[in-house]
């Protein structure tokens, strides 16, 4: 369907900062919300952020909420996961998420497009 690009992880230490993008292909940007997710091997695939077309609603997991920051600039096709004072915990493959549907989604089933994951390593 629509292809989804991530960049920006990397290896960083506790208390350092990420910024993640997905840039999307769809000409239909801008009436899809957007999500970023994270899943560590062995476990369920985890809600991070989303926001909706319009960047009206936005929701957070409340582990990271205070620390990461969504955003998104429609006329660049592009989401951006902003992570401050990150944990050894927040180490994770983060995926970028599109939907069809409106309002900001906290669960995997709502999307449609999935990108194939960039790595964040938090390690001293």
């Known amino acids: 369907q629509v292809q989804l690009v991530e960049s920006g992880g990397g290896l960083v230490q506790p208390g350092g900062s990420l910024r993640l993008s997905c840039v999307a292909s769809?000409?239909?940007?801008?009436?899809?919300?957007m999500a970023w997710f994270r899943q560590v091997p062995g476990e369920e695939r985890e809600f991070v952020a989303s926001i909706s077309r319009q960047s009206k609603i936005i929701n957070y997991a409340d582990s990271v909420k205070g620390r990461f920051t969504i955003s998104r600039d429609n006329a660049k096709n592009t989401v951006y996961l902003q992570m401050n004072r990150l944990k050894v915990d927040d180490t994770a493959v983060y995926y970028c998420?599109?939907?069809?549907?409106?309002?900001?989604?906290?669960?995997?089933?709502?999307?449609?497009?999935w990108g194939q994951g960039t790595q964040v390593t938090v390690s001293s």
């Open positions: 769809t000409s239909n940007f801008g009436n899809n919300g």
């Open positions: 998420a599109l939907t069809s549907r409106t309002g900001a989604w906290t669960v995997s089933r709502a999307f449609d497009s």
